[in-house]
C-alpha cells in the first residue's frame, strides 16, 4: 500500500475538520419543527425532581407526552413537537435501571417527535455511565426525531440488547453527532437502526400509554451527517452502525472509524464499520470509512447483506481504508444479493483471506464499479484470492477504474467466478503475488468492452485494448480533488492511458469530480483518458509586455 499511516491520518485529520459544522442548520430534514423550546439547566440526571432543576432526562419526559405539561422544572407547551437545548457539560446517566422504556430510570427513551441539540460535540457530552445504552428511540416510523451538536459515549449493553449509543425505530437525523466509546452484546455498537412502530400509542397525558401498536408505516430512515462514529464494538454485527431489515439509511460527509464487531472471536459478527441488513435505500456518500475491524467474520469497513434481493446501495465520493476481515472475505466491503454502486470512490489498504478490497457474491448479485480506484489491498493469510477485487457469482460492470498494486496469490487484481464480469476504458497493472509475480486477473472469463490497458496480457483482454503497456502513473494522492479524502493515481505526460478511453461513452465527471473528456494530449481533440483520472488540459496564456 503506497499510501501512508501519517498521509491518511492527515486525511482524516482534515475530514474531521470538515465535517464539523460552525453554526447551526435549519434545514427541515434535519429538525421536527419545534413548536416550543425546553432549556436544559442542570447536569444532574434528574426524574420528577419537584424543584426548579430541568434536567436532561426530565426534559425529554416533558417531550413526550402529546399535551402541555410540566416534569420536574421542565415545561411544555401545546401539543406539538419540542426543542430540547442542552447546553455545555456532562450529562451522566446515573438513575441505573435497564430495559425499562419510560425513560424513568437507565437510558433516555425518547416516544415522540422531537429534537435534542446540544451546544457542540466537543461542549456537550451524553455519558451512558457504562451501564444503559444512552437513546433509546421509540417513537416509531411515523415520527421525526433529530440529535445535534453533542458527543454520546460510554453506552454499554453488556448482558444482551442492540444500539450501545443509539437504538432508533423512527426518522432520525444524527448531525454533527460524536458516538464513541460504546458497546453492544448483539448489534450496533454506536446505533442500531430497525424501522417499526411505537411500541405502545398514543401516549395519554400522564405519560402512560394505550394498548393498540401504532401501525408501521413506510421504512423509517435514519440520517447521519456531519457526523463520526468511533471507537465502538459489538459482540454481534455492526461495530459501528447496524441497519436492520426493512430500514433506510443515509450516511453524508461522516467518518466510519476504528469500530469492531465480533469483538468476542466467535465468528458471529459482520460489518466492522457497518453492517446493512436492509434490501430498503441504503445511500453512503462523501465519507470516510477507515481502520475498522471485523474480528473473525466478514465486511471489515462494510458488509450487505439481505435477506431478499435488495435493489439499491449506492456508494459515492467515499474513502475505504484500512478495514479488515483478518480471518474472512471483504476486507473494505462485503457485499451480498442485490445491486450495488460503487462511484468515484477509493478502496484501500484492506485486508482479508478474499476479496481485501472489495467481495460481491450470490447469483443476484450486480455490482457496478466507475470511476473508482482500489489500491494495496490484501488477501492474505489463507485463500488468498481477489486482492483488489472477488466476484463470486453474480455480476460486475467495472468501468474507468484503476486498479493497481494490490496483492494475492490468485488474482491480485481481480478473482473471477462470477456469472460475468465486464470491463471498459479501465487501468489493471502492477497487481502482484507476494512473491512478487504479476498477478492482475484469474480463474474466470472476463467481458472485454475495449479500451482497457494492462502491463499483462490476463484478463481476456482483445484488440482494442492495450496489453502489455505500462500505464505510466504518477502520483498516488489527493491530485487537486476538491474532495481531499479521496486519493488517486496521476497519469505522468507520456501515459497511454491520455486520450485512448472510448471515445463515445464515459462518465460525464473523472473520481475527483473534473470534467471528462479533456484533450490531454493536446492534439486538439478532446478525448476521455482510461481510468478514474482525467488529465486537465494544459492552458498557456499569452505573455503580455508592459
Known amino acids: 500500500m503506497k499510501t501512508s499511516i501519517g498521509l491518511l491520518g492527515i486525511l482524516i485529520l482534515l475530514f474531521a475538520l470538515i465535517i464539523q459544522p460552525t453554526s447551526a442548520v435549519t434545514a427541515s430534514n434535519v429538525l421536527a419543527p419545534a413548536e416550543t423550546i425546553i432549556n436544559v439547566n442542570t447536569t444532574t440526571d434528574e426524574n420528577s425532581d419537584p424543584g426548579t432543576g430541568c434536567s436532561l432526562r426530565e426534559a425529554i419526559l416533558s417531550a413526550n407526552l402529546t399535551t402541555s405539561s410540566t416534569v420536574g422544572g421542565c415545561i411544555k407547551t401545546g401539543t406539538g413537537p419540542a426543542m430540547i437545548q442542552v447546553p455545555t457539560g456532562t450529562y451522566l446517566l446515573d438513575l441505573v435501571g435497564a430495559n425499562e422504556e419510560a425513560g424513568l430510570t437507565g437510558d433516555l427513551d425518547i416516544l415522540n417527535s422531537m429534537t435534542i441539540e446540544g451546544n457542540g460535540r466537543g461542549n456537550t457530552f451524553i455519558d451512558g455511565n457504562g451501564t444503559d445504552r444512552v437513546f433509546d428511540v421509540l417513537?416509531?416510523?411515523?415520527?421525526?426525531?433529530?440529535?445535534?451538536?453533542?458527543?454520546?459515549?460510554?453506552?454499554?449493553?453488556p448482558i444482551s440488547g442492540d444500539g450501545g449509543a443509539v437504538r432508533n425505530n423512527a426518522n432520525l437525523t444524527l448531525y454533527n453527532v460524536d458516538i464513541r466509546y460504546n458497546h453492544a452484546s448483539n448489534g450496533g455498537g454506536g446505533i442500531y437502526h430497525k424501522s417499526g412502530s411505537a411500541p405502545l400509542s398514543p401516549f395519554f397525558d400522564d405519560g402512560t400509554a394505550s394498548q393498540a401498536p401504532a401501525p408501521v408505516l413506510a421504512p423509517a430512515v435514519l440520517t447521519l451527517e456531519g457526523s463520526t462514529v468511533t471507537h465502538n464494538d459489538a459482540n454481534g454485527d455492526g461495530g459501528g452502525i447496524m441497519n436492520a431489515t426493512g430500514s433506510s439509511m443515509i450516511i453524508e460527509v461522516s467518518e466510519i472509524s476504528y469500530n469492531t464487531s465480533d469483538i468476542d472471536l466467535n465468528g458471529a459478527?459482520?460489518?466492522?464499520?457497518?453492517?446493512?441488513?436492509?434490501?430498503?435505500?441504503?445511500?453512503?456518500?462523501?465519507?470516510?470509512?477507515?481502520?475498522?475491524?471485523?474480528?473473525?467474520?466478514?465486511?471489515?469497513?462494510?458488509?450487505?447483506?439481505?435477506?431478499?434481493?435488495?435493489?439499491?446501495?449506492?456508494?459515492?465520493?467515499?474513502?475505504?481504508?484500512?478495514?479488515?476481515?483478518?480471518?474472512?472475505?471483504?476486507?473494505?466491503?462485503?457485499?451480498?444479493?442485490?445491486?450495488?454502486?460503487?462511484?468515484?470512490?477509493?478502496?484501500?489498504?484492506?485486508?482479508?483471506?478474499?476479496?481485501?478490497?472489495?467481495?460481491?457474491?450470490?447469483?443476484?448479485?450486480?455490482?457496478?464499479?466507475?470511476?473508482?480506484?482500489?489500491?494495496?489491498?490484501?488477501?492474505?493469510?489463507?485463500?488468498?484470492?481477489?486482492?483488489?477485487?472477488?466476484?463470486?457469482?453474480?455480476?460486475?460492470?467495472?468501468?474507468?477504474?484503476?486498479?493497481?498494486?494490490?496483492?494475492?496469490?490468485?488474482?491480485?487484481?481481480?478473482?473471477?467466478?462470477?456469472?460475468?464480469?465486464?470491463?471498459?476504458?479501465?487501468?489493471?497493472?502492477?497487481?502482484?503475488?507476494?512473491?512478487?509475480v504479476l498477478a492482475n486477473c484469474s480463474f474466470g472469463t472476463f467481458t472485454s468492452l475495449g479500451y482497457n490497458l494492462s502491463d499483462g496480457s490476463g484478463c481476456t483482454l482483445g484488440s482494442s485494448d492495450f496489453i502489455n503497456t505500462d500505464p505510466k502513473l504518477g502520483t498516488y494522492g489527493v491530485n487537486s480533488s476538491p474532495l481531499a479524502h479521496l486519493l488517486t493515481y496521476a497519469l505522468l505526460s507520456d501515459s497511454p492511458a491520455i486520450?485512448?478511453?472510448?471515445?463515445?461513452?464515459?462518465?460525464?465527471?473523472?473520481?475527483?469530480?473534473?470534467?471528462?473528456?479533456?484533450?490531454?494530449?493536446?492534439?486538439?481533440?478532446?478525448?476521455?483518458?482510461?481510468?478514474?483520472?482525467?488529465?486537465?488540459?494544459?492552458?498557456f496564456l499569452p505573455l503580455v509586455r508592459k
Open 139 to 157: 417513537a416509531g416510523s411515523g415520527a421525526t426525531v433529530g440529535i445535534r451538536s453533542m458527543t454520546i459515549r460510554n453506552g454499554n449493553l
Open 269 to 436: 459478527g459482520f460489518g466492522g464499520g457497518i453492517y446493512n441488513y436492509s434490501s430498503a435505500p441504503f445511500q453512503l456518500s462523501n465519507s470516510i470509512v477507515a481502520f475498522n475491524s471485523a474480528g473473525h467474520g466478514s465486511g471489515g469497513g462494510l458488509m450487505t447483506s439481505f435477506t431478499i434481493p435488495g435493489d439499491d446501495v449506492t456508494i459515492t465520493d467515499t474513502l475505504f481504508s484500512g478495514n479488515q476481515a483478518h480471518n474472512s472475505a471483504g476486507g473494505n466491503i462485503y457485499h451480498s444479493t442485490g445491486s450495488m454502486d460503487l462511484i468515484r470512490s477509493t478502496v484501500e489498504g484492506g485486508i482479508a483471506t478474499w476479496g481485501g478490497g472489495l467481495v460481491t457474491v450470490g447469483a443476484t448479485t450486480l455490482t457496478r464499479i466507475e470511476n473508482a480506484t482500489f489500491s494495496g489491498n490484501q488477501a492474505t493469510g489463507g485463500v488468498n484470492q481477489g486482492g483488489g477485487i472477488y466476484v463470486h457469482t453474480g455480476s460486475a460492470e467495472i468501468v474507468h477504474s484503476t486498479i493497481v498494486n494490490n496483492i494475492a496469490d490468485i488474482g491480485a487484481g481481480i478473482y473471477h467466478v462470477g456469472t460475468s464480469v465486464s470491463l471498459k476504458s479501465n487501468i489493471i497493472a502492477k497487481n502482484r503475488t507476494a512473491g512478487d
Open 499 to 539: 486520450d485512448a478511453a472510448d471515445p463515445l461513452t464515459y462518465p460525464a465527471l473523472d473520481q475527483r469530480g473534473r470534467w471528462r473528456p479533456g484533450d490531454g494530449n493536446g492534439d486538439g481533440i478532446a478525448r476521455s483518458d482510461i481510468g478514474s483520472y482525467e488529465i486537465q488540459e494544459m492552458v
